[in-house]
Each structure stands twice: as C-alpha cells, then as structure tokens.
DNA sequence: ATAGGATTTGAACCATGGTTCAAACCAAGG
DNA sequence: CCTTGGTTTGAACCATGGTTCAAATCCTAT
C-alpha cells in the first residue's frame, strides 16, 4: 500500500497544480500572457505568490504546461480522425471544428496557443510542427484524390490556421454563438474553399461537429 | 520665406521620425513588441534612449504610429476599391491581396496590427472597426447579389481577417513565396470558399494584385 | 504527543526596461 | 563673438514584476 499512499500525495499535488494552470490559462486569457503578472495568477487560485514557485519553476513553465494542454486535445483529435477512414473533406472539416472548439471551449480554454514559446519550448515547436504536417498531409490526400482543387499545401495550410487561431483574439464564450457553431461555419467555409466546384454543394458541415474528448490522460503536469 | 523655414524645420524632424518609426517597426516585427526595448530602436537608428523620447512621448506612442501607418494603407485600399465598382467577388480578392500586401510587403511592414492597442488606441480601434465594416459589407453584398453563398458575414469576416492577419506570423520576406502570391492564394481560396459552387470556376486571382500606394500623404506624424 | 517532512507564507531581492532630466552641444541670428 | 533655442547626451531614476528564501505552519507516521 505504499504506492497507494504515494499516489495519493500525488494524486493531491497534482490537483493543485492543475487548479493553478486553470487560473493561469483563464487569467492568460483574460489579461493576455504579458499583462499577467504571478500575483494575479495567484490571487486567482487563493494562494500565495511564493507558493506558486513551489509547484511551476517559472512563468515560462506555466504558459509551457497551457500550451501543452491544448496541444494534447489537438494530438487526440488528429489520432481519432486518422483512425476513421473518410475522404479528406470530411477530415479536414472534422479537423477545423475539433480545433476551433479545442481552442476555444470548456474550462482551460487556452490563449496560450498565440504565445510563441521561449527557448524552452524546443519540444512544443515541434508538436506543433506535427500538428502542422498532419493537417497538410490531409490537404495533399485532397488533392491527390482529386476532391481537393491543386494548390500548395503549405500555404493554403496557413490560411486555414490563420483563421481557427485567429478565433482566440475574438471569440468569447458569452457570445452570441457557441464555438461549435463558429468551426462548423468556418469549415463549411474553408472547406469549400479547397473543394473542386463540383462537390462543393454535397458538403455537410453539420456532421463535422466531433465530439472533443478531455485532454489526454497521459498528459503530464510533473514539472 | 517664413513659412519656408519653419517648414524645412518640420521636414527634417518628421524625416527623423519617420527614420524612427521604420526602425521600430522593424525591431517589433523581429523580435515582438514585447520583447523590443527603447534601447534596441534606438541603437538601430543610431542614436541614444533619452532622444527618442524627444520625437516620441512613449513606447505605446511608437506602436500607434506604427499602427496607423499600416490603417492608413488600408485605408486607402478600401477607397481605391469603392471607386471602381466591381462585383463582390473581385472587390473582396482585392482587398484580401490588398491587406497581405500591406501588412507584409515594403519596408515598414508592420507587426503592429497584430498587437492590442493600449488605452489610448481608442482611436486606432475605431478605425479597424471601420474597415472591418466595410469588409462585412462587401460580403453583405456578395450575399444580395447571388453569388455569394448565404453566411453569416460576421462569422465569414473573421474568417478571412484571420487567414490574413496570421500572416505576419510566419511570412518572411526572404521565403520562397511574395506577399502577393500568398495573397492571389489566399484570395483564390477564400473567395471560392465564399462564392457559390457554379461561380467559382469562373473567378481569376492573378487580376486581383491591386498597386498598393504608399500610406496616404495626410498621415500625420505629428506627435 | 512529537519529530520530520511537506507545504505555505510574506517579505525582500533584484534585473529589466521604460522614463526623466540637467547639462552639454550645435546650429543660426543679431 | 555671443546669445538663443532646438537638439542630443548619458546617467540616473524608479516602478514593475518575476523570483528567492528563511521562517512559520500543517500533516502524517511512529
């Protein structure tokens, strides 16, 4: 039982520290990375400012662990999509709705996507470089297919990721529409942007509403 | 011969400022707003901190004016297109050509537009909204005349201002692309995206690349 | 209960970087 | 010349805010 009685001190660490990434993103959010200042963070969660540094090395680490959060729902939604078979449309409309909400709705809804990583975010780069190439992988299946209309994957890639990231400086949960309803409109959108004219009019943008599950289990919060 | 002089005065310290803000729109778009000191532009400029602040009352002042510049261009874009009336579609590929280019292309290309005005941007918002608008309502129109697919222009304008504005984080001006080819891209795509399918054959993105004039005369460097 | 480690506190530390300022400098004009 | 006002300097000022730390507190095991 020694596992356990370890695991439950974890298991209480790791609570905390979860609830302190919860304000932090929110706080991020709210006030943008810079304007937020540890004391805010801290205030938020009903600690002190010196505590904080008893969990998270720094500021840096705690962006670092935001942004990790929602590159995990990101890695889960391109596993999920590659596991069904469909045709890249589908896909690639799946994929902009999954992201638009992943980015945007539930609790932790991070900004931090927008902030660029310091030097320590070596690793997070190249997630996101991941990310990246399995969205234009997608693309290319497209257009190799011959559903998509030629084009250069890479860019229309960043067209597509201007527009679901963008989401982050204007989106507010209150709002008059939910995310869901802002991706299905945005894939419905960009998606025909890429579609041969001919399939255009067959697309249906209401099926692509994935369901997002929670971040990953096996995302680690150990700094 | 009064007014000779005094303007000759004028002259040589708005070439100042200008030599200035060239400097700190090229140190933001470098190393980011946040990461730019007072001390960085001026030491491009070649002169020292205190003097800066001779020519500029602060840091935020240095972003505005930055900002501004970039409006005005914009501005001006959105004027040369309400003159001649063209349909939608070919107005809104302008303007997405049109904005790639102002915000990339030039010596002053401005990161600024991407960064969140301070209090005293009241003004500067108001412009952005202003464009906004008339982005929307190029879109509205698209809608009433038919060849537009029916949308939410509110929704499809975010859309496209973040395929846009997103460029300015990854669009190097020594890359493979121009900023007028990942503009005729964009616009290629987004118009498609935006047109009804049995239109979308028909639409020509290399008659899109507008001139892009040099910010209006009018735009006062008068801090 | 009590020792020992985990946790929390609050104050202080300190680098960064925006900002100010008095003195020096450098034209032109008288 | 020498005065005047626009310009420049360099150093210092100082608030902000991330970070540290030793002491206090709490929890758990023996």
Redesign the interface.
């Known amino acids: 039982m020694v596992q356990t009685k370890a695991e439950a001190e974890t298991l209480r660490v790791l609570e905390k520290k979860r609830s302190i990434l919860d304000a932090a993103s929110k706080t991020f959010r709210e006030k943008?990375f810079?304007k937020t200042g540890m004391r805010d963070v801290a205030a938020r969660v009903g600690m002190t400012v010196g505590n904080l540094y008893y969990y998270f090395r720094n500021k840096e680490d705690l962006l670092a662990f935001c942004q990790e959060e929602t590159l995990g729902r990101l890695d889960t939604l391109v596993r999920r999509l590659d596991a069904e078979s469909l045709p890249a449309a589908d896909r690639l409309g799946r994929l902009i709705v999954g992201h638009v909400r992943c980015l945007n709705e539930g609790i932790p809804g991070t900004l931090a996507h927008l902030e660029?990583p310091g030097d320590g975010g070596a690793d997070l780069r190249a997630r996101r470089d991941r990310y990246e190439a399995s969205l234009r992988r997608i693309l290319r299946e497209g257009v190799a297919e011959g559903s998509f209309?030629p084009?250069?994957e890479k860019?229309?890639a960043?067209?597509?990721?201007?527009?679901?990231?963008?989401?982050v400086?204007?989106f507010r949960p209150d709002g008059p529409?939910s995310a869901d309803e802002?991706g299905r409109?945005?894939a419905?959108?960009?998606?025909?942007?890429?579609l041969k004219?001919?399939l255009?009019?067959g697309i249906r943008p209401e099926s692509w509403s994935a369901p997002i599950g929670p971040g990953p289990e096996s995302t680690e919060v150990t700094s």
Do not use: K, Y
């Open positions: 943008g810079h660029i209309v084009c250069d860019v229309a960043m067209a597509i990721l201007g527009s679901v990231n963008w989401t400086r204007w529409a802002i409109a945005f419905g959108q960009l998606v025909r942007g890429l004219p001919e255009a009019a």
